[in-house]
């Protein structure tokens, strides 16, 4: 469990395809332990091998097709976050590093002091979970949705988010990884059962 307060930016280092799908993905980080968990860019993986501040993670097939790490290059940055522990403060929302869909990035304009962002879905299905003033994960940030269209949202970045994440190197076109509020799918679920 992680909270969408991203702790440094890394750096893939390599991304290994592995012959029967998958791969190997290499970031240049912080010092972890193996069988420890990491967000990168929202996605929850495992350590797996280390080699001082180079931590080595395994991305399944279904990972890397729900996601945007099957698009990483060498080089590219990344947004890290190690989990919730039972001391951490929650500044940011319940994120799982569970991502149900990618979007891509169609509009950057500045307003004030702010960045606006437009997001427009891959899959729609998934709006029924995003609502103005709900929170949202976008690369593993903890956001906060400011408007919604039948395939798209909006959200307003602030000058530290903009300076500290991978957002400020995004371009128009680029695509993000996205998971939606846990409560809204639980909800969903509960009222299935319900009826």
């Known amino acids: 469990m992680f909270t969408g307060i991203i702790e440094a930016v890394g750096t893939v280092e390599s991304i290994q395809p592995h012959p029967h799908g998958g791969a190997r993905?290499?970031?240049?980080?912080?010092?972890?332990?193996?069988?420890?968990?990491?967000?990168?860019?929202?996605?929850?993986l495992t350590v797996q091998q280390v080699e001082g501040d180079l931590l080595y993670f395994d991305a399944?097939?279904?990972?890397?097709?729900?996601?945007?790490?099957?698009?990483l290059r060498a080089g590219?940055?990344?947004?890290?976050e190690r989990p919730l522990t039972p001391e951490s403060r929650?500044?940011?929302?319940?994120?799982?590093?569970?991502?149900?869909?990618?979007?891509?990035l169609s509009e950057i304009r500045e307003e004030g002091n702010a960045r606006?962002?437009?997001?427009?879905?891959?899959?729609a299905s998934y709006m029924r979970y995003i609502v103005p003033k709900g929170s949202i994960a976008v690369?593993?940030?903890?956001?906060?949705?400011?408007?919604?269209?039948?395939d798209w949202f909006t959200v307003w970045i602030i000058p530290h988010t903009w300076a500290v994440t991978n957002l400020s190197r995004r371009q128009v076109g680029e695509r993000v990884n996205i998971e939606t509020d846990i409560l809204a799918r639980y909800v969903e679920r509960l009222l299935e059962a319900r009826s």
């Open 139 to 150: 690369d593993g940030i903890s956001l906060t949705v400011v408007d919604v269209g039948a």
């Open 116 to 123: 606006v962002l437009r997001f427009q879905l891959d899959d």
């Open 25 to 44: 993905i290499a970031v240049r980080a912080f010092p972890m332990a193996v069988g420890e968990s990491l967000a990168i860019n929202g996605v929850c």
């Open 76 to 80: 590219d940055a990344v947004n890290l």
């Open 90 to 104: 929650l500044g940011g929302h319940f994120v799982q590093g569970h991502v149900d869909t990618t979007a891509r």
């Open 60 to 71: 399944v097939p279904e990972t890397l097709r729900r996601t945007n790490l099957g698009m």
